[in-house]
């Protein structure tokens, strides 16, 4: 497989939409893993730190309303 951003040999797979990336073009992003409640109502979230982050995909700071998927 090889980096999506230039034709070196990839060595990490971006965890926020698959590309593939090489050592060169490799970022760090914070992956939020899980959201929880936590005291006094206050949303915490889970996160690990510098995941691996190709750089082209734009991983979203907040959930997205998904009308459509409304059935009611
Ligand atoms: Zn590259
Ligand atoms: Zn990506």
């Known amino acids: 497989m090889k980096c999506c951003r230039c034709s070196e040999i990839a060595e990490a797979v ?3 939409c698959g590309r593939a990336v ?3 073009h490799i970022q760090g ?3 939020i893993i899980t959201v929880y409640v936590g005291k006094k ?3 915490r979230s889970l996160v690990v730190a ?3 982050f190709c750089g082209l995909c ?3 700071p907040e ?3 998904m009308p ?5």
């Open 50 to 52: 510098d995941a691996v």
């Open 41 to 43: 109502a206050i949303p």
């Open 63 to 65: 959930p997205l309303d």
């Open 22 to 24: 090489c050592g060169d």
């Open 58 to 60: 734009k991983p979203q």
């Open 29 to 31: 992003m914070n992956y």
């Open 14 to 16: 971006c965890r926020f």
């Open 68 to 72: 459509y998927l409304d059935t009611d």
